[in-house]
């Protein structure tokens, strides 16, 4: 099994959440997060004061997927996530070794 943790631009989610459930993706986790790549922040206005700050909003989904189905399901984000400009996100890849179900008290997998 595979963690997939996207990062991506705020208004693409629900492109990336329909493109998820098109390619079979059973659930997620969405965060909201900040934080900085190639971007370096940017400006904004505030009581009409303008700033700079480092970081931007992002949010970052996490879908735990079997590895035979990941690259079908990291082609789905970049697919829905793309616009073409900088700050349009990164994905990462995790192995999972193992999975405990809560509910169960017992591992899911090994």
């Keep these: 099994m ?3 943790q996207a990062i991506i ?7 990336v959440q329909n493109a998820l459930e ?3 993706a059973e659930g997620m986790t969405v965060t909201e997060v900040h934080g900085h790549g190639s971007e370096k922040g940017h400006s904004v206005v505030y009581r009409g004061c303008a700033y ?6 992002k949010i970052a989904v996490e879908v ?3 590895d035979d ?3 079908r399901i990291v ?8 616009t073409g400009q900088v700050g349009d996100g990164s ?10 179900a809560i509910r169960m008290r017992g591992l899911l997998t090994r």
């Design 2 to 4: 595979v963690l997939l």
């Design 9 to 15: 631009r705020p208004e693409r989610l629900e492109a």
């Design 22 to 24: 098109r390619a079979g």
């Design 52 to 57: 700079t700050t480092a970081f931007v909003p």
């Design 64 to 66: 735990i997927v079997a």
């Design 69 to 71: 189905v990941a690259d």
């Design 75 to 82: 082609q789905a984000i970049i697919g829905a996530a793309r």
């Design 91 to 100: 994905i990462f890849a995790v192995p999972v070794t193992e999975s405990y």
